[in-house]
């Protein structure tokens, strides 16, 4: 099916990829959260797809490190 450019207007998706560094620069650990706006009147703001994988991230780190 061909995209007429209308069906994905209004959507959004954020990926976030840290990595988590010593300090001579060894990778510790990596991480890539991802989240998403969806259109519509009910399909979330892109603040919301932001918190989303602060919170992912913010989990990852509390797991792994803590």
């Known amino acids: 099916m061909r995209d007429n450019g209308y069906r994905n207007r209004g959507a959004g998706s954020v990926v976030v990829v840290i990595r988590y560094l010593d300090v001579i620069g060894n990778t510790l650990a990596s991480v890539e959260a991802?989240?998403?706006?969806d259109k519509g009147m009910f399909g979330g703001s892109m603040k919301h797809a932001l918190d989303t994988a602060a919170k992912q991230l913010a989990e990852f780190a509390k797991q792994t490190f803590l």
Not at 34 to 37: D, E, I, L, V
């Open 34 to 37: 991802t989240s998403r706006m």
